[in-house]
């Protein structure tokens, strides 16, 4: 059984940093696209970032310049940096594995998705 394992969230105030990590089992996603997205309360799931297999990276408008994503494929992991966070990143954040389209910033089009871990940050 495929499963994402999301890791790295956490409660913190404006400003400050966190790194999320997923990290596939039952197989591993080197020869596939990769995303992070999320979900606050109420509102719709929305793209944040995501990495191709050739380790080009796409992020949505709202954190570019803050967030960086990355694939470490010999530890079959993938990361979202998260710098100079702010409420409005107050949100679940799910990890995403292999997209079916060309575009890597459609959640629809991802085939394998983890449960998330949550986010909060304060003012």
């Known amino acids: 059984q495929v499963r994402l394992v999301e890791s790295g969230g956490g409660l913190v105030q404006a400003g400050d940093s966190l790194r999320l990590s997923c990290t596939p089992s039952g197989r591993t996603f080197n020869n596939d696209a990769m995303g992070w997205f999320r979900q606050a309360t109420g509102k719709e799931r929305e793209s944040v970032a995501a990495?191709?297999?050739?380790?080009?990276?796409y992020y949505a408008d709202s954190v570019k310049g803050r967030f960086t994503i990355s694939r470490d494929n010999a530890k079959n992991t993938v990361y979202l940096q998260m710098n100079s966070l702010e409420p409005e990143d107050t949100a679940v954040y799910y990890c995403?594995?292999?997209?079916?389209?060309?575009?890597?910033?459609?959640?629809?089009?991802?085939?394998?998705w983890g449960q998330g871990t949550q986010v909060t940050v304060s003012l």
């Open positions: 995403a594995a292999r997209s079916l389209g060309s575009d890597l910033l459609d959640g629809s089009l991802y085939v394998y």
């Open positions: 990495v191709s297999r050739r380790y080009t990276t």
